[in-house]
């Protein structure tokens, strides 16, 4: 009988970005803008789509560097309020070991001369497929913070 975990973690994250909403909302909502975030130059693309409505799926395989393990995400939106929420549910596998499932919440507010983000995730981390529970936990919470930085760096540039 093999030894199964299950490590569960929520963190939220906090980002202010000096440009309109619907400028963020688009970071997140059309797959040229998302492609500029979403991901790393040494991740290699194997296939990727998005269908940003509720009930649609986001799909993002890929090998970390040529030849690496197959990472593969799979997304269904279950919620989308253009400009001020979007919830999606996704699970994760590494060369076909389901790493994890995780529900996340995006939402989006005006501030006046800008928008604050607020992003919660709340997942299930199994196995040790990304590493240790409070590991794998750390590692994804560092890895989207990673993220939401690369979308203000994004955001910068075409301003």
């Known amino acids: 009988m093999s ?15 000096p440009v309109p909403v619907a400028s963020v909302w688009r970071a997140f909502a059309d797959l040229e803008h998302k492609r500029k975030w979403f991901g790393s130059p ?22 970390h560097g040529p030849g690496g393990p197959l990472s593969q995400f799979r997304a269904t939106y279950t919620d989308i309020v253009e400009h001020e929420r979007i919830v999606y549910t996704y699970d994760m596998w590494l060369d076909g070991a389901h790493a994890s499932t ?21 997942g299930v981390h199994l196995d040790g497929v990304h590493g240790p529970g409070p590991e794998a936990a750390a590692g994804r919470e560092k890895g989207t913070a990673g993220l939401l930085d690369k979308i203000g760096e994004v955001l910068a540039a075409v301003s």
Request: glycine share 8%.
């Open 3 to 17: 030894t199964r975990t299950e490590a569960h973690a929520t963190f939220t994250l906090k980002r202010h970005y």
């Open 42 to 63: 040494e991740f290699v693309e194997v296939e990727r789509s998005e269908d940003f409505v509720v009930g649609g799926l986001a799909i993002d395989d890929g090998r």
């Open 102 to 122: 995780s529900i996340t919440t995006i939402v989006f507010k005006s501030d006046g001369d800008g928008t604050n983000l607020t992003f919660t995730e709340q």
